[in-house]
């Protein structure tokens, strides 16, 4: 049994998240802190590495980078979890656009970070009166730690895969992919599209993008449907139909393998946090 709580700002969004089921291999638009608050941590692969949370370390997650949390036991844990815009982090800390944020999948955590994120968490869970709390402090706390983390990382290099240096015919197939978020169009189709077979297309794919075309395209599948989630009234039997699922029971399988929450508990957490 999972439950979340959500607050969004002009940073991202941050969840609240209590989860024991694992979450397959997938990735986000947006740059990811997770901070273990208690209960089971779990373990996670990021970016192909394995890394486990604890009290003096945060998970950091690039954008685009594949990732998963499992959970051996089936124990619950919390979590807070980060959710960075990339133009808003780059802004903060100077950045190129397109330049990724951390270096390493996990970063130390000092006992003020430590102390603000149980606060945080405490304010968000109703355990303390939030009031003015979240809208100010969430925002800062982001920021605080994005600053931390870089300060604890070397300078990075840019990311190769950015879009100006991908192979022509990958750029052919994000499109194509970008347009098709319904899933009507197979890969097979989008590797014949773009003049190559299925295993060259895969392998070229991730030597580029550092990520499968399957995790690619679940990834813009889950950003399309937390947009209609959080944005629209419709049914979610509606957007389980927009984005090609046959069932709702489908959709609500792939949502709670992406996010460790049905779609339903997703939106009552967005509209509380909005």
């Not at 969004?13 to 694992?22: F, R």
């Not at 102390?115 to 100010?136: Q, S």
């Not at 970008?178 to 189709?189: F, I, K, P, Q, S």
Request: charged share 20%.
């Amino acid at each position: 049994m999972a439950s979340i709580k959500l607050f969004s700002g002009a940073f991202g969004h941050v969840s609240v998240l209590s989860a024991a089921s694992d979450l397959v291999t997938h990735a986000h638009t947006e740059a990811h802190i997770i901070v273990w608050l208690e209960g089971d941590p779990g373990s996670m692969i990021v970016g192909g590495k394995e890394v486990r949370l604890g009290p003096d370390e945060a998970i950091c997650v690039n954008s685009m980078q594949p990732h998963s949390h499992h959970f051996p036991e089936g124990k619950p844990g919390s979590f807070l979890a980060f959710y960075i815009r990339p133009e808003w982090a780059a802004l903060r800390l100077g950045r190129k656009p397109g330049e990724p944020l951390f270096r390493r999948p996990a970063a130390p955590l000092d006992d003020e970070l430590r102390t603000t994120t149980t606060g945080l968490f405490n304010a968000l869970t109703g355990a303390v009166e939030a009031g003015d709390f979240a809208a100010y402090e969430i925002e800062r706390m982001t920021e605080r730690l994005i600053e931390a983390i870089d300060a604890a990382q070397l300078p990075m290099s840019t990311r190769a895969g950015k879009a100006g240096h991908l192979d022509y015919r990958i750029r052919k197939a994000l499109a194509l992919m970008e347009a098709n978020l319904c899933g009507r169009v197979g890969l097979d189709e989008v590797a014949r599209s773009v003049g190559l077979s299925r295993p060259h297309f895969f392998t070229l794919f991730k030597d580029q993008m550092k990520l499968t075309p399957n995790v690619y395209w679940n990834t813009l599948r889950m950003e399309e449907a937390l947009r209609q989630i959080k944005g629209s009234e419709e049914p979610l039997t509606s957007v389980a139909c927009n984005l090609g699922f046959t069932t709702q029971a489908n959709f609500t399988r792939f949502f709670r393998d992406h996010a460790g929450v049905a779609p339903t508990l997703y939106r009552e957490a967005a509209r509380a946090g909005a």
